[in-house]
């Protein structure tokens, strides 16, 4: 991670001293922006080797294969402790992206919930970032206009995200996604949200992915 910090530190370093090359080369540029002969600039071979440094994929890239495919998404959500889910069946089209470092899903169907029937659509992104050092998300949907952005660690066999969205009552209401990569071949996404009465967070539902 540190390697990378530096490697990203260079790169802005060359792009500034090639700026600072080209307003050289203007007749009233201020002394002060005249690129220094001991800097020197880097060549288009090294700026390509610090570029490829920094988008080289790490081991935590392959954990994102196993959602890759299209599925059927049954979604079973809980409405009420006790209660039985309710369940909705969709399509889930995940595919990689921008080389594997990211991977895209969209999500199309039915969603039920207390007794209504709401056309659904959804997309998502999620990817590894080495420089921080931890996987990032980011979801929308058709029933909200507030975007879900989470981050978090590969955890008790998990990616574990966890972030905020409005509550829907002028605040915000933390959220957390389990994303479980199944030895069978499947993929199970389960959410979580806080109790109302105790404030913990309690599994609200999941989605169990089955590959067509």
């Given amino acids: 991670m540190i390697r ?18 080209s307003a050289a080369g203007s007749a009233n540029a201020p002394a002060s922006l005249v690129a220094q002969p001991e800097m020197g600039q880097p060549t288009p071979e090294q700026i390509k080797a610090m570029m490829a440094e920094t988008a080289a994929k790490a081991p935590e890239h392959d954990r994102l294969k196993g959602m890759v495919g299209s599925w059927t998404a049954t979604m079973s959500f809980l409405t009420a402790p006790g ?28 969603f039920k919930f207390m007794g209504a029937e709401i056309d659904f659509e959804g997309m998502g992104m999620i990817g590894y970032d080495k420089a921080a050092g931890y996987y990032t998300s980011a979801w929308g949907d058709n029933l909200s206009t507030s975007m879900l952005t989470q981050s978090g660690a590969f955890k008790d066999g998990a990616i574990d995200l966890k972030g905020e ?3 829907g009552m002028g605040g915000q209401m933390d959220m957390r996604h389990r994303h479980i990569i199944n030895e069978n071949g499947s993929y199970t996404l389960e959410f979580y949200q806080p109790n109302p009465m105790t404030g913990e967070m309690a599994k609200i539902g999941w989605i169990e992915h089955t590959k067509e």
């Fill in 83 to 110: 209660a039985a889910p309710e369940v909705s069946t969709m399509k889930a089209d995940i595919k990689p992206v921008l080389g594997g470092r990211y991977v895209q899903s969209h999500y199309k169907g039915v």
């Fill in 165 to 167: 969205m409005p509550d």
């Fill in 4 to 21: 990378t910090a530096l490697t990203t530190t260079a790169l802005v370093g060359a792009a500034a001293v090639l700026s600072l090359s």
